[in-house]
């Protein structure tokens, strides 16, 4: 019965190839597939996650249904009938958008739930949908349809040849890359290193992977802009724009340089804390380097100007020759290319939030409008909710704000694997079989990798009888909402069967069979150039889209006063090479060791406030007030204070009992959901002005790092 299967690890973006050996329904050993043409054999230590996923004893197996006395058991056929009654009846008194949609980050790791949840979000018609989204990545989105007219148009650096990467934002060596699949973060950034290369990291925190850079530039938390801007400035200053091949596919140049002339390296040192000097020559260097690229992540993407941060990556990369090209940035060529031509591009809608007038994208409202959509009465209002794989109470801003409006719903239902901070609020769970009883083809995370490859995998295990796939809930729920409504119903084909064809119709033309007999990937090579087929001077790039060139306008000139006093600090997150958002704490394996929820303070801050090392702490935002265990941190500079992302399990009613035994707390209850990026919506949940104070006066004593 002892047999070796190969998979994708589908925990984070790295999609790292496993090698499970099982012995009947036991899982002996998971190991890094050697033969993987991605990942080459690395995992991290999310990867051993996987079993305890299937086996832990707080995973729910059956649907539930909440009752007076608690939570009980109750048949599929129950579930979706009272869930499928509900919702239709509250949509016929109270209309369509009285339901509310929240999709989490987990679903883009499930093809069943990517590709099939429309099964039910379109029968139920409500333009009140919302998604982990717009906490997240929404401005590379913004910017990849607004300049290379689809959202998932998302040039990638091209690690393998690259001798240059200047990056803001990002700390790969803990979150294994983000909207850029590239497993083995370590290897790959010594490997530029070793073959002469430079790496160099903008953070407010000497990060892990900053302390691994050759150079390492700290920089006031929200203002990147002004740094990327000045490059741009200078680029244009000193004559040395360079669109190479690029130059008949491209529009908007002159308009680019009018709009960034006002943005010089010595405006842009008084916002920073980075001299001009810096600032000058790293725009040089960067003109100078064939085989150079400018990426930027979450730090610049959760900020009050993420799309105008993502925006002016692009036009450095290239406006100095370094977009589709070798060694700088590429568009990947999947063997499913979800941005190939004729596919959905997306846009922004021609609607706004009801309450405060904000922007749709996708399809989809800002998460930090979703709580102010439940809570205002009027013609709209969310009355009830379907969550899918989502834990928004502690993943968007202002989560007791949500917390609280989430008790007022009139019907909640959740599909979902754990009862947890968000999903105790449901009326109905409805809980997919274990990730490692579905197959798995990662359609996004292959179209935003390092290399061409093609990988997929069947089940490990066979779901028992009782069990529903993801996909055959939404399938299911969608027909019982159809059937209320009087419409036909809709059938729905297994994944493997509706990915054959999708395979057979790309570049590659890879059928289903060549993939099962090489489970653990096919190598399609490196990335390669690809914009000559895809743009033209009629059909251009566009560097100077018009929503992004208003929103420059509207960026202070000059630093302001501290809205709140001296006092005031920046409050920044962090990632942890053990951890992906609130969902990995229920596992003892990644959360035993040292504490790593603690807010990290510089030495000097502790000091000028009598705050103790290891002391408890009251960090206060204009939203609300959490206590904290305090570090002292050398690495983060003196203003700035970070607390993790995904903490808060003391919330009661949870069905989480490792979690909650390492609670934390939730840094969204600091963040301020009225703190966004103007053009995307994004939550600015990085550089939230806090204050600090010691709960117990410390001892006059020097606190070291």
């Known amino acids: 019965m002892i047999k070796t299967h190969r998979r994708a690890c589908h925990l984070c973006e790295a999609i790292c190839g496993l090698e499970i050996t099982t012995d009947g329904t036991e899982i002996l050993s998971i190991k890094g597939d050697k033969n993987d043409p991605l990942s080459g054999g690395f995992i991290c230590p999310k990867a051993v996650a996987l079993q305890d996923i299937h086996t832990d004893p707080d995973r729910l197996r059956t649907p539930k249904i909440k009752t007076q006395h608690g939570w009980r058991d109750a048949s599929w056929d129950e579930a979706i009938n009272l869930v499928a009654d509900k919702l239709s009846a509250i949509q016929a008194q109270h209309g369509d958008d009285s339901v509310g949609i929240y999709a989490g980050n987990p679903a883009i790791h499930s093809i069943g739930t990517w590709l099939y949840s429309g099964l039910t979000t379109r029968v139920l018609n409500s333009r009140n949908r919302f998604s982990a989204t717009s906490v997240d990545q929404l401005p590379h989105h913004v910017v990849g349809r607004l300049m290379y007219g689809h959202w998932l148009r998302i040039p990638i650096v091209d690690l393998e040849r690259t001798q240059w990467v200047l990056m803001l934002g990002a700390n790969p060596l803990a979150s294994n890359g983000s909207v850029m699949t590239a497993p083995n973060m370590p290897a790959r950034l010594k490997a530029l290193q070793a073959r002469g290369g430079k790496l160099l990291v903008v953070d407010p925190r000497r990060t892990e992977t900053a302390k691994q850079a050759d150079t390492y530039l700290p920089i006031t938390p929200g203002t990147d802009v002004y740094l990327l801007l000045a490059m741009l400035q200078h680029l244009f200053e000193r004559q040395l724009i360079n669109l190479g091949h690029l130059q008949p596919l491209v529009a908007g140049v002159n308009a680019v340089a009018e709009a960034v002339r006002p943005f010089t390296p010595a405006r842009a040192a008084q916002h920073t804390g980075i001299s001009a000097r810096t600032i000058e020559s790293l725009a040089e260097a960067l003109a100078r380097e ?34 589709d090209v070798e060694g700088g940035l590429l568009l990947a060529n999947p063997a499913i290319d979800p941005a190939a031509p004729g596919t959905n591009p997306q846009k922004f809608e021609p609607v706004q939030s009801r309450v405060r007038g904000l922007p749709a994208f996708a399809g989809e409202f800002p998460a930090a409008a979703l709580a102010e959509e439940i809570l205002t009465p009027g013609a709209g209002q969310i009355k009830a909710l379907l969550t899918i794989a989502g834990n928004p109470v502690l993943s968007t801003p202002n989560g007791a704000q949500l917390d609280t409006a989430m008790s007022g719903l009139e019907f909640m239902v959740a599909i979902d694997l754990y009862l947890n901070e968000t999903t105790r609020h449901a009326d109905v769970i409805l809980p997919p079989a274990s990730p490692l009883e579905r197959e798995h083809y990662d359609l996004i995370f292959l179209a935003l990798a390092v290399r061409n490859t093609a990988r997929y995998s069947d089940a490990l295990f066979e779901k028992p009888a009782s069990a529903r796939h993801d996909w055959e809930i939404f399938a299911a729920l969608g027909n019982a909402l159809r059937a209320r409504k009087g419409l036909p119903e809709k059938p729905a084909i297994a994944p493997d069967q509706l990915l054959a064809p999708m395979l057979e119709a790309g570049e590659y033309g890879l059928s289903l069979a060549q993939l099962r007999d090489q489970p653990s990937g096919i190598d399609l090579g490196p990335l390669r150039p690809k914009m000559a087929a895809l743009y033209s001077k009629d059909a251009p790039i566009e560097l100077a889209p018009e929503r992004l060139i208003a929103a420059l306008e509207h960026l202070p000139q000059s630093p302001g006063p501290a809205a709140t006093g001296p006092a005031t600090l920046a409050l920044i997150g962090r990632r942890h090479i053990r951890s992906n958002n609130s969902w990995m704490h229920n596992y003892h394996r990644l959360v035993k060791g040292k ?3 603690q807010l ?3 030495p000097t801050d502790m000091a000028a406030r009598n705050i103790a090392e290891g002391s408890q702490v009251r960090i206060a935002s204009r939203v609300g007030e959490v206590c904290a265990r305090v570090q002292a941190c050398a690495d983060i500079m003196p203003g700035v204070v970070s607390l993790p992302h995904g903490f808060g399990h003391h919330r009661d009613g949870i069905g989480t009992q490792v979690a909650a035994a390492h609670a934390g707390v939730s840094v969204n209850d600091l963040t301020d959901h009225l703190l966004l990026d103007a053009v995307s919506g994004t939550a600015a949940v990085n550089g939230v002005p806090v204050t600090v104070c010691a709960l117990h006066p410390a001892k006059a004593e020097p606190v070291t790092a």
Request: charge should be positive; charged fraction near 10%.
């Open 600 to 602: 990290l303070m510089h």
């Open 290 to 323: 064939p085989k150079a690229a400018v990426y930027g992540r979450m730090g610049v993407s959760t900020q009050p100007h993420g799309s105008l941060c993502q925006w002016a990556i692009q036009l450095l990369n290239v406006l100095t020759g370094h977009l």
């Open 595 to 597: 504490p790593r929820d």
